[in-house]
Nanobody, 118 residues
């Protein structure tokens, strides 16, 4: 059974930075496209960033382009999200998941809370 363990969230002032990590177990991590998603209070969960399993090509939702960077370490079965220039609208619970044809593939983990104060 796949396990997703997100960490690294916290409270930060606007303009600050955080680095999120997601450790994956129970699957051959290196064979999966991975993504970060987030869910703000009262809103649906949305896609944030993704990284291809083989090429390393990345993609981002427009609202985070130029501020967030997704990366992966296949040896550690971990995907990262570096978040710079954080804004209050980035406040959400952040989740990682495998991504196939744009959709999440596995059951969700517990997520990690990111709160950006103005």
């Amino acid at each position: 059974q796949v396990q997703l363990v997100e960490s690294g969230g916290g409270l930060v002032q606007a303009g600050g930075s955080l680095t999120l990590s997601c450790a994956v177990s129970g699957r051959t991590f290196s064979r999966y496209n991975m993504g970060w998603f987030r869910q703000a209070p009262g809103k649906e969960r949305e896609f944030v960033a993704a990284i291809n399993w083989g090429t390393g090509i990345t993609s981002y939702v427009d609202s985070v382009k130029g501020r967030f960077t997704i990366s992966r370490d296949n040896a550690k079965s971990t995907v990262y999200l570096v978040m710079n220039s954080l804004k209050p609208e980035d406040t959400a619970i952040y989740y990682c998941n495998a991504r196939e044809r744009g959709a999440p593939l596995w059951d969700w983990g517990q997520g990690t809370q990111v709160t950006v104060s103005s």
